[in-house]
C-alpha cells in the first residue's frame, strides 16, 4: 500500500487549519517568523491527517526517532514522509519505509551546486541536457527522496550514492558503491512543471494526487 498527496497552501485559511494541528506542531508554528512557513508547516499536519484517515487512522502518536525522523508510535507498521517547497506541501504514505521530496524549479539555480556534490555522471547529464535548470531538479528530488527513505537526511552525503536516469526506458536506478539497490524511484512534474515530486519506496506509484486546500480543514 502506497499514496502519494499533494496541495498548495497559498490561500490556507492559518487560523482555522492550527486550530486542527497537534500540540507539538502549534508549537513550531509559533517558532517560525515567516506566514508563508507557517502556512507550510501547518498545511503539511493537515496533509497527513488527511492521508491517515483515508487509510481509517484517526488517532496517531508521533514520535522522534534516532534520527529525529517522525514516526506514528502506536501504528508502527505505517510509514509516511513530508515534504514542502515555497507553496507546495507533499506527503507520501505506506505500509514499509518511504522517502518523499518536492521542490520549486528555480530556472536561476546555480548549477555548481551540481558539480560540487553530485556525482560526475549526474553533473553531465544536466549541463549537457536542452533545459540543465530542469534536470538539475530531477536529480535533486530523487537524491532527497533517498536521503528520506534512509532516515538519514542531510547526515547521509549527496555525492555518497548515484541516481541513474535512463531517459529512453524511463527507468531511475539508484547506485551504491556500484550496485544497484532493490528500490522504486518515481517522479512526477506537478502544478504545469512548475514543482518536481519524487518518491522512493518499495512500491510503483503510478500517480500523484493533488488535494484542494479547503478539503484539509
Known sequence: MINLYYSNIKDLN?????????????AKINRLKFEKDKKLSCGVELLLIKSLKDIGIEDPIFKLDKNNKPYISNYPNIYFNLSHSENMIACGISDSQIGADIEYNDPNI????AKHYFFNKEYNSIINSKNPADEFFKYWVLKE??????????KLALNSFEIDINNNSNQII???????????FNLFDIEENTYKLAICSQYKVKKAVR??????I
Open 211 to 216: 488535494v484542494n486546500i479547503e478539503e484539509l
Open 110 to 113: 546555480d548549477l555548481n551546486l
Open 14 to 26: 492559518l487560523k482555522k487549519g492550527y486550530s486542527k494541528v497537534s500540540n507539538q506542531r502549534k
Open 174 to 184: 539508484l547506485k551504491k558503491e556500484n550496485k544497484p539497490l532493490n528500490l522504486e
Open 145 to 154: 527522496s533517498y536521503m528520506k527513505y534512509t532516515g538519514l537526511g542531510f
